[in-house]
Nanobody, 117 residues
Framework: QVQLRESGGGLVHTGGSLRLSCTASGRTDSTYTMAWFRQAPGKERSFVAAINLSGTYYADSVKGRFTISRDNAKNTIYLQMNNAKPEDTAVYYC????????????WGQGTQVTVSS
């Protein structure tokens, strides 16, 4: 099992930037696919971005504004959020595919991001 802990959330103005971090502990493996999801108030959790050995993947709503990256030496992934919009307001979750099922098996507790207009 992998434990995931997000940090870096907070309040940002429209057009501003924020960087989220997710640090893994436990049975870490640099080959795991890691991802960010988000859940806005009253909405279902949705995919934001993912990273694995094959590359990076983004939801259309964040493409060109957000960048996912990884530092294997620190067991940490990042989500650089630029040109933030009010619709980016959500709780952001880090997730990992650790059991080969194709789904995301381990999740963090989430970090709140609020974008003010």
């Amino acid at each position: 099992q992998v434990q995931l802990r997000e940090s870096g959330g907070g309040l940002v103005h429209t057009g501003g930037s924020l960087r989220l971090s997710c640090t893994a502990s436990g049975r870490t493996d640099s080959t795991y696919t890691m991802a960010w999801f988000r859940q806005a108030p009253g909405k279902e959790r949705s995919f934001v971005a993912a990273i694995n050995l094959s590359g990076t993947y983004y939801a259309d709503s964040v493409k060109g504004r957000f960048t996912i990256s990884r530092d294997n030496a620190k067991n940490t992934i990042y989500l650089q959020m630029n040109n933030a919009k009010p619709e980016d307001t959500a709780v952001y979750y880090c997730a990992a595919q650790t059991r080969g099922s194709g789904g995301y098996d381990d999740w963090g507790q989430g970090t709140q991001v609020t974008v003010s207009s």
